[in-house]
DNA sequence: AGAAGCTATCAAAACGTTTTTCTTCCGTCG
DNA sequence: CGACGGAAGAAAAACGTTTTGATAGCTTCT
């Protein structure tokens, strides 16, 4: 059991036979003779021959890999995305190879340069701090896709009107000072957002209160800064977060002052990740289209791996609130 | 940028040299003349080259991969896992792979067995549902640590003392009526752990109810089953855990039947996942010693790889309540 | 009966490295 | 001045596969 594995070579010397016999019975590219071919396998079986990946990988100059660099694990969307990944890369006979680039900024170019040495055959880069031309060029010449920024990617998610759904709910149900903590994962449409909230309180002839915005990073620490702030600024009725993550936090600032959801404070999410539904009070949130994202995403990797052009024609993806219960109507 | 990426051979053309000398200027294992070796790497850089990873493993039979075998990542303790082995790892200069095995047994089994291909140096199996035996088995000749069995680690967890712990806890606050739902990530444990309950029972003269026990899964389906079971059979005034994730499922359960914790009823977990204290009220639950677990599952892994016989002697690992406002006195 | 065509197998080249051994060229020393 | 030794680089072998081309031995057809 210590010993160096058995190679092709061995089994082929143990049946009496060429190295390429056994590589055609494994392969059933040629035909071999069936006496031949259970003895064959008779061998493989004894001397447990398992082909060695890398020779293979070195010869056909394919792994059937795609490597995932993403921050951490722990962060519950990004466990969504590697777990739905991993599900679609499989209809496509790909494995996932995860990169965990923890959250400083070197170890993530390091992975992604690692995975360009033809350790796998096309990346996914998840990992917001990276953009898809600077993941490009650290991979080379092999296929990246950033799934993370919209623009990349054939679909179109519509943060303008999902910004405008959200205020016009949270004004439906009475509230007229609203906090927005913003998520570096939505980018572009971060800048939108707080575009549309100028515009929505313009129309609705309110003051915008620029502090009234607070710069997030995904993380619960920044959702209870941000609610601490706005609070040490003055009375929100109702905060929404640029992911569940935050809203979280949040939540974790109310537990500790004594704020009660939604009596005291309404909140609003966006992700709905599993944990938003067993929080109590269950969060209410946008549903960010994660299997149609994922889809798209591998869609987009399997086109630039058989280098085709993708059909133009954007699609545009719903973001429909989930109503729980952590807003309360105080009109 | 879609040519084929550049071989040592042509960085070796580029500069008028031989192969060797490039992978010795590379490598340093060879004096190199300072122009040459100047030459040498402008060329590098000029053409792009990168060694290919699968050539070099093929070569030196050692690739500074360890395989990572798990679930799901969306199980937050499985992520706490994977971003701390990762982290640990990291210290020895090896890198996970982590293989997304689905809950499917066959997957896993195929993720193990393709692991086994000389892929990876070593394979560290978190499933819970393959034995170390089996693990080993299809590995072959791979070494293997199965760290979520605690008989493998030589490193003891005292369940027993736990289970104890959060009996007395429990009794201190006035509770009797106390159902348990088991994990079948703690195994010999979980055993265990109802034996204690038995005698706990029996020394404080109270009838051992059966019904109080519920199997579950890990998942939070099956805590808000264990909840249902439990008040359709009686009403209790506590429950514990085998993990936190199920006691987000009670809390779900209580959530939607009306019942507040911890005033009607209260909950217990384990492993002190972040989400127990953002999850409101803040479950008390015991620490699971992911940081040590973790040291010595790689630890042991790399004493087999380097073939070294880990020193005996057992250590115990404490296992402490912490106390958050998930259980009430109602005494 | 000889050419042609199969069939089953073998031999050799190739994939891109690393490593060991072999050259060649100098300078130095006795 | 011949031998020796060191430096710098070249050449070749090896890692374990796959794949292509070659080679026997048989059938089959004309």
Redesign the interface.
Known sequence: ?????ATIIDVAKAVGVSPSTVSHAISGKRVISTPVKAKIFDAIKEL?Y??????Q??KNTS?RLIGVVVN???N?S???H??GL??ELEKFSY??????A?LSHEMGEEML??F????VDGVINLLPQITPDEAQELC??IPVVTNIRESLIPVVLDYEKLTRDILNYLWSMGHRDIGYITSPTRFEGDDRTVTVLKKFFAEHEIPFDGKLVFTGDDS?ESGIAGAAQFFAHRKVTAIFCGNDQMA??V??WA?ENKVS?PADLSVIGFDNV??S??????LTTARFPYREIIEHTVKLLMAKLE?RQMPPGKMILEMPLVIRHSVADIS
């Open positions: 059991m210590k010993k160096r594995a447990d398992r082909p060695s990946f890398y020779a990988a070195l792994t951490e694990c722990r519950p990004a466990a969504l590697l777990d991993a599900a494995k996932p190879v995860i990169g965990l923890g340069r690692r360009s040495t033809g350790l080379g010449s619960i979280f936090g939540y974790r537990f959801i599993p944990q539904a067993t929080i109590i009070p269950p280098k």
